[in-house]
């Protein structure tokens, strides 16, 4: 009985080891799309299941890409106090004070976002479909990590406070139990951005201001919820695991105030903003040709290669726990 407890809370902490999960990343990225203006939406539109369901590939890159992990966070909180003034913003100023290794130890997805929107307004240049599509996606994922207040933090998953599996908690579970029934994504159209690295910058202290919130209000909730009904044993993709209860969930979601679903909106809106702003300053390409061209077989090969790499390293480190 014991083993078998133990491989069902295994599962559940391997399905939910994922920057904001594999299903918010992919609703966020979805519902991006519809805030573009008709001339990138003919393009966006058809290649919409593209989008949505590769969102996930930055994670499942994290397996094989030593360099990978950092681009997905940044431990600010590791610089000092807010607004962490001792940070420099540009990364040249930042290298020169803190040297690469520490900021590639402490997270740089504030910075990575703008390389990222640097290498998809040099593909709407060049009018590139495999490269518009590819780095559309990612860069997709990447803004949605910087919206997620405990990618912001050196407490990330609670383990300085004995909350291990918050971040899982608060990114996946929330989401995945609240969004189809309650979170509305009706939002406003995308905008262009005149200063990028301003935008996101603020985004990153907004997540950073808001670690705090989530790491008291679940302490607080965990103290005055029944302890039997903190956790249920439910099925997921046809496997019993153990997780947060469906009652402490929707709790914590209230005790936020909404929370995760503001920030869900927030990243969709960036995200499709970001889209808009590297096409602006591509020069706005038409993008009708583009619409029905298909990636190439070698395009093909390499997502088969990641999605394959992903499950078999997966699977290796399940085994490592039998």
């Not at 610089?79 to 900021?103: I, N, R, S």
């Not at 390499?302 to 399940?318: C, S, V, Y």
Request: proline letters at 4%; aromatic letters at 14%.
């Amino acid at each position: 009985m014991k083993k078998i407890f133990l491989l069902v809370s295994l599962l559940a902490i391997n399905t939910q080891c994922f920057c904001w999960g594999f299903y918010a990343h992919k609703k966020i990225n979805y519902y991006a799309v519809f805030l573009l203006p008709p001339q990138m939406l003919l393009f966006y539109k058809p290649h919409i299941d593209f989008i949505t369901e590769h969102a996930t590939d930055p994670d499942k890159r994290r397996y094989a890409v030593a360099a990978e992990g950092a681009r997905h966070f940044i431990d600010i909180d590791h610089y000092g106090k807010y607004p962490f003034e001792e940070l420099p913003h540009q990364w040249k100023d930042a290298v020169k004070k803190f040297g690469a290794d520490t900021l590639a130890s402490y997270g740089i997805v504030p910075w990575h976002i703008q390389t990222m929107l640097g290498r998809l307004t040099k593909a709407f240049k060049e009018k590139n479909f495999s490269s518009i599509l590819k780095n559309s996606t990612e860069i997709g994922h990447y803004i949605s990590d910087a919206h997620v207040p405990l990618h912001a933090s050196e407490n990330h998953n609670g383990q300085l406070t004995n909350q291990k599996g918050i971040h899982a908690f608060w990114e996946s579970r929330v989401p995945e139990l609240l969004a189809e029934k309650k979170f509305d994504f009706f939002i406003g159209k995308a905008v262009y951005i005149k200063d990028p690295q301003k935008f996101i910058w603020e985004r990153v202290l907004e997540s950073a201001n808001a670690a705090d919130s989530v790491l008291k209000f679940e302490k607080k909730l965990s103290m005055q919820f029944p302890g039997d009904k903190k956790f249920a044993f439910e099925k997921r993709n046809n496997l019993v695991i153990k997780q947060y209860s469906s009652d402490y969930t929707i709790a914590y979601d209230k005790m936020l105030n909404g929370m995760i679903e503001r920030r869900m909106r927030q990243s969709i809106f960036a995200i499709a903003s970001f889209w808009y702003t590297a096409w602006i300053n591509a020069g706005q390409p038409d993008l009708s040709s583009l619409s029905k061209q298909s990636f190439s077989e070698n395009d093909l090969k390499e997502f088969e290669k990641l999605n394959d790499d992903w499950k078999n390293n997966k699977a290796a480190k399940g085994r490592e726990h039998e």
